[in-house]
């Protein structure tokens, strides 16, 4: 296969909005001998794409400067010591350069496209998958029937975990925008969705028996407040920090509830980590799609040349599920 030289991808011309990003002309990478090299047909836009974008979020060192975390396409190319052939067809986790019609990745860091799902559809599960199941399963030793708190259960993160938790045998609460919103999270799962606008997710929680787990992306009043909502031994989770990482807190209840607070950036675990984690989601995760017991949320489609009209979209917090670039 003869491969052309050069490749349009998207750069961020300077730090700020979604008006930033232009298309460009640049080479198509050359791969190492644990990369493949892949067609892109599509990628998926996700949160930390935008504060890239803002200036917030620095790639790596030895990353792409370029935008994207995941794609799906075709393998034209691969690398001595990796499994995968050309003409494979995969989906993958990056460290960067998804903006764009060709991107080489680490070849363990990739999964065959789920059986009975299309290649863009695709491109939104890495990022999300890859996340949820680090986060929530992968080391952890999960009871079944424990409650899993979701906020922001509409979006790539939400539909994603409401989905997982209810697979892996848990109950599922999260919490969403309208009730347009509320009723998209029940039907990925959500034993109960909470319209944050006119319901105070504490109460309703608590009353439920607490939550033994949270995936929280708002951060701000809202740490405080998942600590009220949690179980005695429960784990917080902050995935992002959407209205702010400083804030006064009482951590007494920390302590009294023996509660563990993390937090998670998946782009700076070790490679290995991500291998790993790969590796399981293949093993556990993906024959569910075939099984029906997950599915593919894809919001939207945008060519590749408008990313500034998907994070102008992603920004308004409207989407439902994944947004995913094709070039």
């Excluded at 491969?3 to 909005?17: F, Q, V």
């Excluded at 691969?78 to 903006?99: E, F, M, P, Q, R």
């Excluded at 439920?208 to 600590?227: F, P, Q, S, W």
């Amino acid at each position: 296969m003869t491969l052309p030289s050069e490749m349009t991808a998207i750069d961020i011309r300077e730090p700020g909005g979604p008006d930033v990003l232009q298309p460009v002309r640049i080479a198509v990478p050359e791969i190492k001998d644990h990369e493949v090299l892949i067609k892109v047909a599509g990628a998926g836009v996700n949160g930390p794409d935008l504060l890239q974008r803002r200036g917030h979020y620095p790639p790596p060192k030895g990353a792409s400067p370029l935008l994207g975390l995941e794609v799906a396409g075709q393998v034209v190319a691969a690398g001595g010591n990796t499994s995968w052939t050309v003409g494979d067809k995969i989906c993958a986790l990056t460290n960067g350069g998804g903006y764009a019609e060709y991107v080489a990745v680490d070849g363990s860091h990739c999964l065959p496209i789920p059986d009975g799902v299309s290649e863009v559809d695709a491109a939104g599960l890495p990022e999300t998958y890859f996340t949820v199941w680090s986060n929530v399963f992968h080391g952890h030793d999960v009871a079944k029937d424990s409650l899993l708190l979701v906020h922001g259960g509409a979006g790539g993160i939400g539909s994603t975990a409401i989905q997982m938790g209810r697979a892996m045998g848990l109950r599922v609460f999260a919490t969403a925008r309208t009730p347009e919103a509320c009723a998209f999270c029940e039907d990925l799962g959500a034993e109960r969705a909470i319209n944050f606008t006119d319901e105070d997710f504490v109460p309703i929680v608590r009353d439920a028996g607490g939550a033994d787990i949270i995936l929280d992306i708002v951060g701000g009043d809202y740490v405080a407040r998942n600590i009220k909502a949690s179980s005695p031994d429960a784990r917080i989770i902050q995935l992002a920090f959407n209205q702010g990482s400083k804030m006064e807190l009482d951590l007494m209840p920390v302590m009294l509830k023996r509660l563990t607070v993390t937090g998670s950036t998946l782009r700076s675990r070790p490679s290995a980590f991500k291998s790993a984690v790969a590796a399981s989601l293949g093993q556990t995760v993906w024959p569910q799609f075939a099984q029906k017991t997950l599915r593919v949320v894809t919001d939207k489609t945008i060519p590749l040349a408008d990313a500034s009209a998907a994070h102008h979209l992603m920004e308004t917090g409207v989407h439902r599920g994944k947004i995913v670039l094709i070039p």
